[in-house]
């Protein structure tokens, strides 16, 4: 399958990880917003949020919660942004599910 988050779960292609259980791995964007932009990738291949089965669907809100709060430990940012785009027309350039968490700093002129 030609799907780049599939390669980088096989090892294929490398990346930053910060993060892995059974279900989930989380590693660094590789065109941040902020330094620290994670991504929660489910380890199973679904096209995004709509088609993820509650197993996933239902962890992966603790994961992220647990992550935000050692990221925002980590990198002393102010606050994170959660975002999923579903499908082309909401940005999603990624065809495997994922969810960003988006370090953010006051007065930091960007909108979500
Ligand atoms: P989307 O718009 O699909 O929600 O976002 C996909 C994200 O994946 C983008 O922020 C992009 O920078 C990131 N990305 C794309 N290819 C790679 C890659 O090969 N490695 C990493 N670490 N991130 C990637
Ligand atoms: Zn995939």
């Known amino acids: 399958m030609d799907c780049i988050f599939c390669k ?3 090892g294929e292609i490398p990346c930053s990880k910060v993060y ?5 791995i989380a590693f660094l964007d590789i065109n941040p917003v902020h330094k620290g932009h994670i991504l929660v990738v489910p380890k199973r291949h679904f096209v995004n949020m709509l088609d993820t089965p509650d197993l996933e669907a239902e962890a992966i809100y603790k994961v992220t919660r647990d992550l935000s709060k050692a990221l925002i430990e980590a990198t002393g940012c102010d606050g994170v942004n959660l975002v999923q785009n579903n499908n082309a027309a909401a940005g999603q350039e990624v065809f495997h ?3 960003h968490i988006i370090p953010r700093y006051e007065n930091d002129g960007l909108k979500f």
Not at 20 to 24: C, S
């Open 8 to 10: 980088i779960l096989a």
């Open 20 to 24: 892995e259980d059974t279900l989930f």
């Open 97 to 99: 599910s994922h969810l």
